[in-house]
C-alpha cells in the first residue's frame, strides 16, 4: 500500500488554514456529551480532512474524533485506517495560546506506522514514518531530520507534561525521577517536544484518547523514541474501548 506522507502533510496545512481562520475571528464554543469543549474549528478541520483522504485514499476508512461513533463489531473488521484528530488541544485554542495541532496518523494492524502534526500558529509541521525517519519543517524552511536524545538520569530528566491536564498519579510518579527542567505545553506537542530531543521523558498518567496518541507516537518511534504503557509494550489501537491506558514517552529506562 502506498501511502505518500506528503500528501498527509498538505491535508493538515489544509485544515490548519481553515482552523487559522476562525482562530483569528470569532468563534463560538460548543460543549460535547462529556462536557469537552467543541468549536467551529474541530467540525471545519475535520470536514476538510476527511474529504481530503477520501479523494486521495477512497478505500482506507476514517477514524475521527468529531466522527467517532463507527461501531466496534464494524470497525475490528479494519486492518488499515486513518486515525484522525482535527483539532487536538480545544482547550488550548480557547485559551488562544497557540498550543494546538492537527494530528493524522495512519494505523495498521493495530499499530500506528506513519504520523503528520501540524500546529497552525507557527506554520510548523512534524511527521514521521515506520521506514522513512522524523522531520519537522517550518514554514518553507528546508525540512530537517530530527532525533530522540539520550537521557542521563544522572544529571536528571527534562520532562514534558500536559499544560491542561495535570494528575496526582503524575505527581506521585515525578517524586521517583531526579528532574532537571519541567516543561508544560498542550496538545500532541508534548510528543513532538520528545521527538526532536528537547526533552527526555513525557510520562502520561491520565486519560487520553486513541486520536489524541497516533500521530504523535509514530513520529516519536520514527524519531527512536517509545511510547510503551506501564507494562513495556506499546499502544496498540483500534481497541473496543478507544480511551488509552496510562503510557510513558521515550522511557529507555526502568518505569518505576
Given at each position: 500500500m502506498n501511502i505518500n506522507v506528503e500528501v498527509l502533510c498538505n491535508i493538515a496545512k489544509q485544515a490548519g488554514n481553515v482552523i487559522m481562520e476562525i482562530y483569528n475571528g470569532e468563534h463560538v464554543i460548543e460543549f460535547k456529551e462529556d462536557k469537552s469543549p467543541l468549536t467551529a474549528a474541530d467540525k471545519a478541520s475535520h470536514k476538510i480532512i476527511v474529504s481530503e483522504l477520501k479523494k486521495y485514499y477512497p478505500q482506507i476508512p476514517v477514524l475521527s474524533e468529531e466522527g467517532k461513533n463507527i461501531p466496534y463489531n464494524i470497525r475490528k473488521e479494519w486492518n488499515c485506517?486513518?486515525?484522525?484528530?482535527?483539532?487536538?488541544?480545544?482547550?488550548?485554542?480557547?485559551?488562544?495560546?497557540?498550543?494546538?495541532?492537527?494530528?493524522?496518523?495512519?494505523?495498521?494492524?493495530?499499530?500506528?506506522v506513519m504520523g503528520v502534526v501540524y500546529i497552525p500558529v507557527r506554520d510548523k509541521i512534524y511527521w514521521g514514518t515506520q521506514d522513512g525517519g522524523a522531520f519537522m519543517q517550518e514554514g518553507t524552511i528546508e525540512p530537517k531530520s530530527?532525533?530522540?536524545?539520550?537521557?542521563?538520569?544522572?544529571?536528571?530528566?527534562?520532562?514534558?507534561?500536559?499544560?491542561?491536564?495535570?494528575?496526582?498519579?503524575?505527581?506521585?510518579?515525578?517524586?521517583?525521577?531526579?528532574?532537571?527542567?519541567?516543561?508544560?505545553?498542550?496538545?500532541s506537542l508534548k510528543f513532538c517536544v520528545v521527538a526532536?530531543?528537547?526533552?527526555?521523558?513525557?510520562?502520561?498518567?491520565?486519560?487520553?484518547?486513541?486520536?489524541?496518541?497516533?500521530?504523535?507516537?509514530?513520529?516519536?518511534?520514527?524519531?527512536?523514541?517509545?511510547?510503551?504503557?506501564?507494562?513495556g509494550y506499546p499502544l496498540e489501537y483500534n481497541k473496543e474501548n478507544l480511551l488509552n491506558p496510562d503510557f510513558i514517552v521515550n522511557c529507555n529506562m526502568p518505569l518505576f
Open positions: 485506517f486513518f486515525l484522525v484528530d482535527p483539532l487536538d488541544g480545544t482547550k488550548e485554542f480557547i485559551k488562544r495560546n497557540g498550543e494546538f495541532t492537527v494530528n493524522i496518523a495512519l494505523i495498521i494492524d493495530r499499530a500506528t530530527i532525533c530522540i536524545r539520550q537521557p542521563d538520569p544522572e544529571k536528571g530528566l527534562t520532562v514534558v507534561m500536559s499544560r491542561s491536564h495535570p494528575s496526582p498519579e503524575l505527581d506521585e510518579y515525578l517524586q521517583t525521577i531526579k528532574i532537571a527542567e519541567a516543561i508544560s505545553v498542550g496538545s526532536e530531543g528537547k526533552a527526555d521523558l513525557y510520562p502520561r498518567l491520565g486519560p487520553t484518547m486513541e486520536w489524541d496518541t497516533g500521530a504523535g507516537q509514530a513520529i516519536v518511534c520514527a524519531a527512536g523514541g517509545k511510547v510503551v504503557k506501564l507494562d
